[in-house]
């Protein structure tokens, strides 16, 4: 992510034109893939010394901005469905579950330049409501009844779009999301557990946008 970012700086030094950026009044639309990658960690499970543990993804992220000035902007961060594994060492399991989950991030974002810039960083800071649905064991888990709490947490970002012409753009950024869950489940005797799982991702996405 971090050759991305240099590369589009690089290809905004070398470029020459007189595209303009983001200004006050325009609407903001990005595309591109998204990647789930979290940092995460759990109390112990079954009343062992072992964690769980949430997997990667990638999917489709869609971002929807509107402009209030030249460098202020409100943000909203969708994507399809997140699909990822649970997965323990406890018995040499490995995965033993799968969730999916949509995270819907609202921000406000500062960009840096002038409207005139066909290079426009930003970081932005705002509040992600995340919800989990699709909780399932498979049949060697030994669990079932799999049930994780939706999420409220704070968010931060950080991106760089690069103007091609007046209208379209390339783009590269991160989020930290701090999403915390609480997973509810039960042993094969019916016996109920609770487990605290911090999964506080990062988000990489690279794609194109347009504004209008």
């Known amino acids: 992510m971090n050759k991305t970012l240099c590369g589009v700086a690089v290809l905004a030094i070398l470029a020459s034109g007189n595209a303009l950026a983001h200004k006050e009044g325009d609407f903001i639309v990005r595309g591109g893939l998204a990647a789930v990658v979290p940092n995460d960690s759990s109390d112990d499970i079954l ?92 049949s060697k888990s030994g669990l079932s009844d799999l049930d994780l709490d939706d999420s409220w947490g704070l968010a931060a970002n950080a991106g760089v779009d690069y103007m091609l012409n007046d209208n379209w753009f390339v783009n590269a950024s991160v989020w930290y999301i701090d999403i915390e869950t609480e997973a509810k489940y039960k042993d094969s005797l019916g016996n109920k557990y609770k487990t605290d799982v911090d999964i506080d991702p990062w988000v990489f996405m690279i794609g194109g946008g347009y504004k209008f």
């Not at 971002?63 to 030249?70: P, R, S, V």
């Not at 040499?92 to 949509?102: E, F, M, S, W």
């Not at 406000?108 to 970081?123: D, H, I, M, N």
Request: hydrophobic share 35%; no cysteine; aromatic share 14%.
């Open 47 to 138: 009343g062992t010394d072992e964690e769980l543990e949430v997997k990667s993804d990638t999917q489709l992220g869609l971002t929807l901005g509107y402009m209030i000035t030249d460098n202020i902007s409100f943000e909203v961060l969708a994507a399809t469905p997140f699909s990822h594994d649970i997965k323990t060492d406890l018995g040499g399991l490995g995965t033993i579950a799968d969730t999916k989950h949509l995270p819907p991030t609202f921000m406000l974002q500062y960009y840096f330049g002038q409207a005139e810039s066909k290079l426009r960083p930003y970081v932005g800071a705002g509040i992600n409501y995340t919800f989990f649905f699709d909780e399932d064991f498979n």
